[in-house]
């Protein structure tokens, strides 16, 4: 029998915390190893565990997955969570492209310079609300169903809820002009799996703080 997988990252969201969700979302138990330092880094490295010398990695099924798009396709695959046909793994990858450029922005935010942190909040909710969550809102008005595609739970609809979830953690009432999207984020919320991630004391990583920030700043030189 397989092990948990075991995931390799900062202790922080980031690039590994979508891939947390979806875990957490497909009902599966896993393990963390945290990279703290830069020696642990260049140790992974230097053990050709890193492909391309950058993390997130994932160990899963015998493998030692990097690259964060990779990792993600691999367990919506695994785990039925990649539509049914071709045509709806379109749809979900169109849907998880779109969702992952508004919540690299969210991403970046804690590493902005704090003369440019306003400025970049305000261009994550303009963004959030002309461009990402209007194109979500008529998708779900116009197929009147609880999910993104084909009617039924998927990796799009994981990504959307952590992306809802973390800009309304910096623009509480981002929501308010979309109806649809409020009734999504509670149902979604109450997918058991998902209530499950969202409780205290779940794998989930809460808003990145100085520390964290530090942390990989100095890791990668950055200071």
Do not use: C
Request: proline share 5%; net charge neutral; hydrophobic share 45%.
């Amino acid at each position: 029998m397989a092990g948990k997988p075991k995931l390799y990252y900062f202790d922080g969201r980031g690039k590994m915390e979508s891939i947390r969700w979806l875990l957490a979302a497909a009902g599966v138990e896993f393990e963390e190893k945290f990279v703290e330092t830069k020696e642990q880094l260049e140790k992974l490295v230097k053990d050709g565990d890193l492909l391309f010398h950058q993390l997130p990695m994932v160990e899963i099924d015998g493998m030692k997955m990097v690259q964060t798009r990779a990792i993600l396709s691999y367990i919506a695959g695994k785990y039925n969570l990649y539509g049914k046909d071709l045509k709806e793994r379109a749809l979900i990858d169109m849907y998880v492209e779109g969702i992952t450029d508004l919540m690299q922005m969210v991403m970046m935010l804690p590493f902005s310079p704090a003369e440019a942190k306003a400025k970049n909040l305000a261009s994550i909710e303009e963004k959030a609300t002309k461009r990402y969550f209007p194109v979500f809102e008529k998708v779900l008005k116009q197929h009147g169903q609880d999910f993104l595609v084909g009617n039924r739970f998927s990796w799009a609809d994981v990504q959307l809820l952590e992306v809802i979830l973390a800009v309304e953690e910096k623009i509480p009432a981002v929501l308010s002009g979309f109806p649809q999207l409020q009734a999504f984020k509670t149902k979604m919320s109450n997918v058991p799996t998902i209530k499950k991630f969202l409780q205290p004391g779940s794998a989930r990583k809460p808003p990145p703080d100085d520390n964290y920030v530090a942390t990989v700043m100095s890791i990668f030189n950055l200071n």
